[in-house]
T-cell receptor, first 116, second 110 residues
Framework: ETGVTQTPRHLVMGMTNKKSLKCEQH?????MYWYKQSAKKPLELMFV???????ENNSVPSRFSPECPNSSHLFLHLHTLQPEDSALYLC???????????????FGDGTRLSIL | SQQGEEDPQALSIQEGENATMNCSYK?????LQWYRQNSGRGLVHLIL?????REKHSGRLRVTLDTSKKSSSLLITASRAADTASYFC??????????FGKGTTLSVSS
């Protein structure tokens, strides 16, 4: 039980498909994050939102498009993905935007994405 | 860029034994966090330790921080099979990001 819900849990898509990942947090937090977790690699931060405004975008390819319509919901829109994009995509939230790593983050269980 | 790096990469112990994992980092930090990830699940926050703290406890967990050596350790006492998971340290960098290491995979057998 995490308070952060991600759907779907598993997604298989072709390289030409368009799909969206959804994240919802029930914790009343103001900051939300998207991470990519690939095998044998450290967790990669993709996007950061604070009060629905994007505050960080870590050189993520444009085939990933985030959307934060309100402080409880975060989406990751996917289109024309590559096989190397297969990974576990994790959403997280924190009470406030972290300064100096002072905010614990609460994670969802992720979406396991496979690109055919 | 990777900030924290855990050691060892993998650790196998018997139930009841203690497990110690280490994290080293490169640049000065304000805070350091430890997380656990069970297979197929998201990360769970365990402990946050500030740069002016040397030791922190939470149940069977004990975290130490040595800023002079740029290292931290996570000790799990009296391990249980349920402690089987990957453990990550995370440190801050300029701005809002947490930088995670590759993790230590702990296996506790009964």
């Amino acid at each position: 039980e995490t308070g952060v819900t991600q759907t779907p849990r598993h997604l298989v898509m072709g390289m030409t498909n368009k799909k969206s990942l959804k994240c919802e947090q029930h914790l009343g937090h103001n900051a939300m994050y998207w991470y990519k977790q690939s095998a044998k690699k450290p967790l990669e931060l993709m996007f950061v939102y604070s009060l629905e405004e994007r505050v960080e975008n870590n050189s993520v390819p444009s085939r990933f498009s985030p959307e934060c319509p309100n402080s409880s919901h975060l989406f990751l829109h996917l289109h024309t993905l590559q096989p190397e994009d297969s990974a576990l995509y994790l959403c997280a939230s924190s009470q406030e935007l972290g300064q100096g790593g002072n905010q614990p983050q609460h994670f969802g269980d992720g979406t396991r994405l496979s690109i055919l | 860029s990777q900030q924290g790096e855990e050691d060892p990469q993998a650790l196998s112990i018997q139930e009841g034994e203690n497990a110690t994992m280490n994290c080293s980092y490169k640049t000065s930090i304000n805070n350091l966090q430890w997380y656990r990830q069970n297979s197929g699940r998201g990360l769970v926050h365990l402990i946050l330790i500030r740069s002016n703290e040397r030791e922190k406890h939470s149940g069977r967990l004990r975290v130490t921080l040595d800023t002079s050596k740029k290292s931290s350790s996570l000790l799990i006492t009296a391990s249980r099979a349920a402690d089987t998971a990957s453990y990550f340290c995370a440190t801050d960098q300029a701005g809002t990001a947490l930088i995670f290491g590759k993790g230590t995979t702990l296996s506790v057998s009964s």
